[in-house]
């Protein structure tokens, strides 16, 4: 059994270095409830912690910005609303097949995430291709979007608040999904080299998670700008 | 050399972003005796400035008032925002946050490396403003509409939008900053600190963390709103019939009101962002010093928590005055008198930390019993304020400008030199000189009441803030002599800042040198060298076994029983 040597030392706080009674070379603490000196395991040793970074929670974390950030703006639109009314701009047809596009590629993006659960890795590979193909052609539906605006005159200045709004809750959404397409293609390269497995994905559900959020804004949105009166 | 510049480590991290509030402290202070100046002697000619920045002095060499305003704009930016926003947070939080939750890293390194370099940027974007056509904005840190919406003239054109355009930037560095502080507080932690094991300074980072992910991202939405309202011409806040430079601004539809609402709802836990960590450390060194466990522990962590949950209720009380309902006000009235029980209640639970304990009176314990003593001065006028209809006549008068200047300009400020002095040793692995500290403590402390006291029965006497003088105003006349006291109050009390500044540089070279714990303290920071190895703790991270103030224990032998150790044993302590 551990003898525990008492000891009472005078701190004496002009001393250079370490006050290390104990005699061994170690640098960091060792007030670790074991005596250093005979190495006896009679309790917890302290464990090199490898320093986990679970990027669920970073994903997590971050979405509270970007739904404040968001919120932010939808109350700017609510204020002006409320405040001034405006005669709605129609709603240019791309955006039906964005919408489409968008929730389908949610829709595909899991089945790969359940495919790569089930360690069927080919079948995840093209599915997040699908996914990413889809992805791009969600921006592409936005720019046609924004091009059948221009087209009719409806530009981001102040003639139409409303018209200003899309604009900007459409733009800020894209970039936002911009970031997550990133993801996707990381994803993409991932599965296209055999990177993940159903035991290595923490990438994919992030990818996974934060592409559905921005789906579900894009509903919210979706439904702010062109269905609720 | 890119290895300091660009480095992984959080302790470097944490240095650059101290350095860079000392830029920004010294870069706003001098703005802020410009202003004083200024304002007390409004008449006098300024040979040297009026050369270097022509546009803001007229023919006879006077400083304009358009640039005093510009003065009074940056100094309140640069201060809340680069020096206490960043130093308490950002600058102590990524040097000492892993260190003493037992951590080798912060959980996202990169992020935080990211994070430094954009404030720095937006800090250089910042001061870009004074050398632009147009000058430095002068709309005040509030920035409302419809005055920051004029895009032409002197204090209204480039800079304005260079001053949003750094403050985006910002706010989106101070997101990524607070998202790694979160998760390093939830993940990284050693095993056996739990979250009531850790000290009273990480509760306050995560408290502050939790606010930022909450107020900056509508920071950032509302001054890019405004941006867009000044560069293509929208109209969020930009209201109708505004006659500028002899032209109507007719078809738009703005509502200023609503920038206030965005930007308060930011800018009160923003100050909150900037008094939390400074209570944790502040909670922490009079524990230290007084031999005693902080009174109060599991409270002082539910007030933090409350502190910040209540700053989220309260924007309001800046705007009593703008036209909102009286009922409303009633609201955001009573809800701001309510903060002031959890404030109370950390107040007290200092005052009985320090009750019958061993007190150790070296610098860092004299600045927290300032800070704790500002802190009740400046809150006390806070109380007044929060009343709506004591507001009606205090709002917007040199009352206000006292009593944040006294919570922020001065307990805020001390509690970083509190946290300088007292981590100082850890750092460097040497001490800061305890005369030069005492000498500057005693004369700030002094110096900072002679500056800020009076500014209360300034407002009472109804003179108002961000006037760039008063001297054409009879009735404001009689005051000028208080403000002469107030300017060269402070003028020794700047100066003596020196002193800080002389202490803290030569004591790198030529300070004390101390051991790896000069203050008997308990945290994990103090188990490794001084400074500490690059990973922290070695590789092997420690056990936590008890809470972080187990001072006085009875049946120790030493009155300290350190975060690691198991039991009440006399074990080496260092």
Redesign the interface.
């Given at each position: 059994m551990a003898m525990?040597k008492?000891?009472?030392?005078q701190?004496?706080?002009?001393?250079?270095?370490?006050?290390?009674?104990?005699g061994d070379n170690?640098?960091?603490?060792?007030?670790?409830?074991?005596n250093n000196n005979d190495g006896s395991n009679n309790?917890?040793?302290?464990?090199?912690?490898k320093?986990?970074?679970?990027p669920m929670?970073?994903l997590s974390?971050?979405m509270?910005?970007?739904v404040?950030?968001?919120?932010?703006?939808v109350?700017?639109y609510l204020?002006?609303e409320l405040?001034?009314g405006w005669t709605p701009i129609r709603m240019p047809s791309a955006i039906v097949l964005s919408t489409i596009v968008l929730i389908s590629s949610s829709f595909t993006l899991e089945i790969a995430r359940k495919k790569l659960k089930a360690k069927l890795l080919e079948n995840f590979k093209q599915w997040i291709m699908v996914s990413t193909f889809l992805g791009i052609t969600f921006f592409a539906t936005q720019l046609v979007a924004w091009k059948q605006l221009i087209a009719k005159g409806v530009y981001?200045?102040?003639v139409n608040?409303h018209a200003?709004f899309f604009y900007?809750l459409t733009s800020a959404h894209a970039l936002h999904l911009l970031g997550g397409l990133v993801g996707l293609c990381y994803v993409l390269f991932g599965a296209i080299y055999y990177r993940f497995n159903a035991d290595r994905r923490s990438a994919v559900d992030v990818a996974t998670v934060y592409w559905h959020f921005m789906d579900g804004l894009w509903i919210f949105l979706f439904l702010l700008l062109f269905v609720w009166k | 050399m890119s290895k300091y510049l660009f480095s992984l480590d959080h302790k470097v991290v944490g240095l650059q972003y101290y350095l860079l509030a000392l830029i920004a402290l010294v870069v706003a202070v001098s703005l802020s005796v410009l202003m004083r100046l200024r304002l007390t002697w409004p008449e006098d000619v300024w040979p040297l400035l009026s050369k270097l920045l022509p546009s803001a002095f007229n023919s006879a060499g006077q400083m304009t008032p358009e640039f005093y305003l510009a003065l009074m704009t940056m100094h309140g930016t640069i201060m809340v925002f680069f020096v206490l926003t960043i130093a308490p947070q950002a600058a102590f939080g990524n040097y000492f946050l892993p260190l003493q939750i037992g951590?080798?890293?912060m959980?996202?390194p990169r992020i935080g490396q990211t994070s430094f370099w954009l404030t720095a940027i937006a800090f250089c974007i910042l001061i870009m403003a004074f050398f632009v056509a147009g000058g430095a904005p002068l709309a005040g840190w509030t920035a409302y509409p419809p005055l920051s919406t004029i895009t032409s003239g002197t204090g209204h054109a480039r800079g304005m939008d260079l001053w949003l355009i750094s403050l985006s930037v910002f706010s989106f560095a101070a997101?990524l900053n607070s998202?790694n502080f979160?998760?390093t507080i939830?993940?990284?932690r050693?095993?056996g600190m739990k979250l009531m094991r850790m000290p009273l300074t990480c509760w306050g980072w995560l408290a502050t963390a939790m606010i930022s992910?909450?107020?900056?991202?509508?920071l950032?939405?509302?001054g890019l709103?405004l941006l867009?309202d000044r560069l293509?011409?929208?109209?969020?806040f930009t209201p109708n019939g505004m006659i500028v430079n002899g032209q109507i601004l007719e078809?738009?539809?703005g509502?200023p009101i609503?920038w206030q609402?965005?930007f308060w709802?930011f800018g009160h836990p923003e100050v909150y962002l900037a008094i939390l960590p400074g209570m944790g450390v502040v909670s922490h060194i009079l524990s230290t010093f007084s031999r005693k466990p902080v009174f109060g522990y599991r409270t002082m962590v539910w007030a933090t928590l409350a502190i910040a949950l209540l700053g989220f209720l309260v924007w309001g009380h800046h705007m009593f005055i703008a036209g909102i309902s009286p009922y409303l006000s009633m609201t955001f009235s009573f809800l701001t008198l309510t903060i002031a029980i959890p404030s109370a209640i950390k107040t007290l639970n200092w005052l009985g930390t320090l009750w019958g304990g061993k007190l150790r009176l070296a610098t860092p314990m004299l600045y927290s019993i300032g800070f704790v003593s500002l802190f009740i001065t400046g809150g006390l006028g806070g109380i007044f304020l929060g009343q709506s209809s004591l507001d009606i006549y205090l709002h917007d008068t040199y009352f206000v400008v006292g009593h944040f200047h006294l919570i922020m300009g001065s307990a805020a400020i001390f509690a970083i030199f509190a946290a300088t002095a007292f981590w100082f040793p850890k750092v460097f692995g040497r001490?800061m000189n305890e005369d030069l500290g005492k000498v500057h403590f005693f004369i700030t402390f002094i110096g900072v009441y002679a500056i800020f006291l009076p500014m209360h029965f300034l407002g009472i006497a109804a003179n108002p803030r961000r006037y760039a003088e008063i001297s054409q105003f009879i009735y404001l006349n009689q005051l000028q002599p208080l403000h002469k006291f107030i300017t060269i109050a402070m003028l020794i009390t700047v100066n003596v800042q020196l002193l800080f500044f002389i202490n803290l540089i030569t004591s790198i070279f030529v300070g004390?040198?101390?051991?790896?714990?000069?203050w008997?303290a308990t945290t994990?920071e103090w188990?490794?060298?001084s400074p500490p190895?690059e990973n922290n703790?070695?590789?092997?991270?420690?056990?936590v076994?008890r809470g972080a103030y187990d001072f006085s224990v009875p049946g120790a032998?030493?009155d300290f029983l350190?975060q690691?150790?198991?039991?009440n044993?006399?074990?080496?302590?260092?």
């Open positions: 525990v008492t000891e009472i030392k701190i004496d706080p002009t001393s250079n270095g370490n006050n290390n009674v104990g170690y640098s960091g603490g060792d007030n670790n409830g074991n309790n917890d040793k302290a464990q090199p912690k320093a986990k970074t679970s929670l970073f974390l971050a509270i910005p970007i404040m950030f968001f919120g932010a703006i109350f700017v204020a002006h405040n001034r981001m200045e102040a608040p200003t900007i | 951590a080798n890293k959980a996202a997101i998202l979160m998760a939830l993940e990284n050693a095993s992910l909450l107020a900056f991202p509508v950032l939405a509302a709103l867009l293509i011409g929208t109209d969020f078809l738009k539809k509502i609503l609402h965005l709802f001490q004390k040198k101390v051991n790896n714990n000069p008997q994990l188990t490794v060298n190895p703790f070695n590789g092997e991270v420690p056990n076994y032998t030493e350190m690691t150790q198991a039991d044993e006399p074990l080496v302590n260092q």
